[in-house]
C-alpha cells in the first residue's frame, strides 16, 4: 500500500481549474451569506431597478467574495478539503453526494 501526501499528489487541471474552485465559490458564499442575503432582499424589492439600486450591496458581496477568492491559505484549506473527498471516493467508489444523503428508514 502506497502512502501518498497531499502536497505531493498531482492535480490535474481540471481539479486546479474546475473542482477546487467550485468548492471555494460555495464556501466562500456561506461566509458572505450576509451580504448574500443584503443583495438578495435589495433585489427583491427593487425589481427592474435593481441594477441600479442595489450597487452598494453587489459591491459589498463581490469585495467579500475576492478576499476568499485571492486568499492562498483559503485556496489551501479547499484544495485539502477536495482531495479528502477524492481520497474517500477512490477508496469507497462512492460520491461524497450519495454518502451524505440520509438511507430510507423503511426497505
Known sequence: MKIFF???QH?????????????????ARERCSEQVQDFT??????GVLMVVKCRK???ALKDCL?????D???????????????EEFRRT??????????LPTSM
Open 66 to 70: 475576492t478576499s476568499y477568492y485571492k
Open 41 to 46: 432582499k435589495c433585489c427583491k424589492d427593487s
Open 72 to 86: 492562498p491559505a483559503f485556496y489551501e484549506e479547499c484544495k485539502m478539503e477536495y482531495l479528502k473527498e477524492r
Open 6 to 8: 497531499f502536497s505531493e
Open 11 to 27: 492535480l490535474r487541471h481540471v481539479e486546479k481549474d474546475v473542482l477546487i474552485p467550485k468548492i471555494m465559490r460555495e464556501k
Open 93 to 102: 467508489g462512492i460520491p461524497t453526494k450519495k454518502r451524505l444523503q440520509k
Open 57 to 59: 450591496e453587489n459591491s
